[in-house]
């Protein structure tokens, strides 16, 4: 099970954190991924982090999202900084093997970002 919080309304520039907790998982073993769909548009990768802890971003968060994981807590963080209206989405985490196609999801949290 993955369970997403932290999202919200909250106006241009502000900043809201989200976390996602894992259960039932040996967690320290996935990578961890955020992904996020826009109202009527596609699911993007917004940014993952490898059980190595190397991380990566889409270019329209770079900077702004800082992914990070507590293995201790089996939980994923995505702070986000100066948010755009182009945020707004449901965003999701996501857990994927690094030794096979399996991945698991979340159900999803809405931010909402007001100009």
């Known amino acids: 099970q993955l369970v997403e919080s932290g999202g919200g309304l909250v106006q241009v520039g502000g900043s809201l954190r989200l976390s996602c907790e894992a259960s039932e998982f040996k967690f320290s073993q996935y990578t961890m991924n955020w992904y996020r769909q826009p109202p009527g548009k596609g699911r993007e990768l917004v940014a993952s982090?490898?059980?190595?802890?190397?991380?990566k971003y889409a270019d329209s968060v770079k900077c702004r999202f800082a992914i990070s994981r507590d293995n201790a807590k089996n939980t994923t963080y995505l702070p986000m900084d100066n948010l755009k209206p182009e945020d707004t989405a449901v965003y999701y985490c996501?857990?994927?093997?690094?030794?096979?196609?399996?991945?698991?999801w979340g159900q999803g949290t809405q931010v909402t970002v007001s100009s």
């Open positions: 996501a857990l994927e093997s690094e030794c096979s196609t399996y991945h698991f």
């Open positions: 982090i490898s059980s190595r802890f190397t991380t």
